[in-house]
């Protein structure tokens, strides 16, 4: 605990003393706008449409059978997991008829 007390102090002496806009949070942490369980996949998204009306067809073709390829992919991985996570079905239980005179 006296390690990270110390290596706290050694940044805000090496930061000038200064406490940053933002405090001291990591970029990733639970108070950063926007974070949650999945990343935010706007960027990648956004590298697909540039990339699209630059490449000839033929391999824009083939960026697209390939991400094709991963959705089917990530969508059977989210499958096996949703099974997963139902509950069990429960046994058979056997029943016998009991005649009532």
């Known amino acids: 605990m006296r390690e990270a007390q110390t290596a706290a102090e050694d940044a805000v ?7 940053p806009p933002s405090g001291w ?3 990733a942490g639970a108070s950063a706008p926007g974070a949650g ?3 935010d ?11 699209r009306g630059t490449v000839p067809p033929e391999l824009g073709q083939q960026l697209s059978e390939a991400l094709r390829g991963l959705l089917v992919a990530l969508r059977a991985v989210l499958d ?6 139902e509950p ?7 029943v016998t008829d009991i005649p009532i005179d």
Do not use: H
């Not at 002496?13 to 406490?19: S, T």
């Not at 096996?80 to 996570?85: G, K, Q, S």
């Open 25 to 27: 949070a990591s970029s």
């Open 80 to 85: 096996f997991y949703i099974t997963r996570l």
């Open 13 to 19: 002496r090496a930061a000038g003393g200064e406490v």
């Open 37 to 39: 369980a999945f990343p």
């Open 41 to 51: 996949l706007s960027g990648i998204t956004a590298l697909i449409e540039a990339v």
């Open 88 to 94: 069990p079905r429960p046994e058979r239980i056997d």
